[in-house]
Structures are given as C-alpha cells and as structure tokens.
C-alpha cells in the first residue's frame, strides 16, 4: 500500500494547542509546539523521542533572549517577554552539524495577540527556572530539557514530554479546529 502522507501543521492548529492551558502540562506543550513551530524543530528536539538519534533536545541553557542585541540575564517571564528575539542554539543535528543557532524575532507586541516565538520561548524558560528540582538530574537548570513539565503542584518532581503526548494534543487541537475546515484528517498529522 502507498504510504500515508503526513500533513503540515498551520498555524491555526499551534494556535489552538497554545492557548490551552487547563493543567501544567497543556502550558508546557503549548510552549513546546509554538517553538517547535518558529524554529522547525524535529520532535527529538523539542521533545522525549524514542529510538536511538543523533539530534540532542534543546536544553534551557540552548536558548538565548536579546534586547537591544544584549543578552537578557534573568529567568523572569516579563522581563525574557520584552526581547526582541529569541535564538536556540543546536548542540547536534542529524545532518552532523553542531553548535548551529537560529533567531527569530517577537511576532507581537502584546499577550495573547498571536503566536510569538520570543513570548512562547519566555514562559517555558521561566516555568522550567521556577522548578525547585535540587536533587534531580536537572539540578542545573542551564541543563534542563526543554520538554521539561512539572509533575507535582509543589514543583520538586519533573519529567519529560514525549513526543506521543505532542502528538495527541496536536490531533486534538486539530479536532477541535475542525477538519473539515483544514481540509484533512487529524490523524494525518504525525
């Protein structure tokens, strides 16, 4: 049988998953997707792939906010919201290359007023900072994974989003869209 091709994801579907924020984990992969989005990310970067990969996942300390063209040196959500741009830096990537960065620039100038690379980039960064994970093996948290989500209301456990649980929140977003609006099936998005 010819093999299922798998759709893009418009903007209209990351929208969807970014504003669904009922628990920690709604947030956290509402972050994960509106970056993933703005830097082309494959899941094993933003996200717990499974299977042996080359490609490393984007740690906390991976991402760069500026101002100005000056780093901006808090884990403060306001403060990291008001960069001009955002960079990511990948350690691997699976065409061999290392240590490449990417910049994006702010989308809007307001919360809540569409998709924003620095504004999404700026909550998970300062979510993932808050944690108090002190005997973890994310101590550091430059070392943090971006795919990082509490697991407790107190903050002191974590795991790792995998990329299933992406996946779902995307066809379910995309369900609630409408696929007769996107013009295909959600289980075509992969």
Known sequence: PEPSQRQALPAAVVDVVAKARATEMHRAIGQLVVGAFFFAMRSCEYSEASGSRRTKTVRIGDIVFRLGGEPICSA???????????????????????????????TSAKPGTGLCPVRALAGLVSRISAYELGTSPWKEVAARPMNLVATDESRTRATMITAGEVLVHLRAAAIQYGEARLGFAASRIG
Request: net charge positive; aromatic share 4%; glycine share 6%.
């Open 76 to 106: 403060r959500e306001e403060v990291l919201a008001s960069a001009d741009t955002v960079s990511v830096t990948y350690r691997t990537q699976k065409n061999g290359e290392r240590g490449v960065t990417v910049t994006q620039h702010r």
